[in-house]
């Protein structure tokens, strides 16, 4: 990680570093779709671009998250900077676990789950070592619960079914 990296890691549990990166989110959004997913979290942290279905507007909503990698899939947290109220993504895939990641200009189907127990234990120390400032965030919350989602690439499996020709 670069020295500017880790500094924007110790920063991350400053409340101003919080209230700026709210409004950094938009401009965040905006790289990663002009770059296709190659530039997200600003370039300084592992992020990707989840895309969820609006669980009122039913149109797509993307969003930068921080992420580590879990096997095949990803492990992100639903923070919203230690605000007292769920970020709108969260909710969305709470209504519906389908959504897609853009990573290094590709789209990849994922299925949300939302990690508990000892799953949600061993992903959210993955977590915390790629953005130690989440432990900042949980205290900020007030008791909110922080969610942790694992995403699970989808394949595709239409192409293998049997059709019934032979």
């Known amino acids: 990680m670069s020295a500017f990296g880790s500094l924007v890691r110790r920063l991350g549990h400053q409340r101003w570093f919080a209230a ?18 190659r530039v997200v979290g600003l370039g300084l942290v592992p ?10 507007s039913g149109q797509p909503r993307s ?5 580590v990698r879990d096997g095949d899939g990803f492990a992100v ?4 900077w230690g605000q007292r109220h ?8 709470m209504a ?20 508990t127990g000892a799953e949600r234990d061993r992903l959210w120390q993955l977590l915390i070592t790629r953005w130690p400032a989440y432990q900042t965030y949980v205290e900020r919350a007030d008791g909110r619960q922080i969610r942790v989602f694992r995403l699970a690439p989808v394949t595709d499996t239409s192409s293998t ?4 020709r032979r």
């Not at 992020?47 to 009122?56: D, N």
């Not at 079914?161 to 019934?164: K, N, Q, S």
Request: aromatic share 2%; charged share 20%; proline share 7%.
């Open 20 to 37: 700026t990166g709210r409004f950094l989110v938009p401009v965040d959004r905006l790289v990663g779709r002009l770059t296709r997913g």
């Open 47 to 56: 992020s990707l671009i989840i895309t969820t279905t609006g669980r009122k």
């Open 63 to 67: 969003n930068p998250l921080v992420c």
């Open 77 to 80: 947290v639903g923070s919203n």
């Open 86 to 93: 769920q970020p709108a993504w969260v909710l969305n895939l």
């Open 96 to 115: 519906d676990p389908a959504a897609t990641v853009t990573l290094k200009g590709r789209d990849i189907p994922v299925r949300a789950h939302l990690a």
């Open 161 to 164: 079914e049997d059709d019934g």
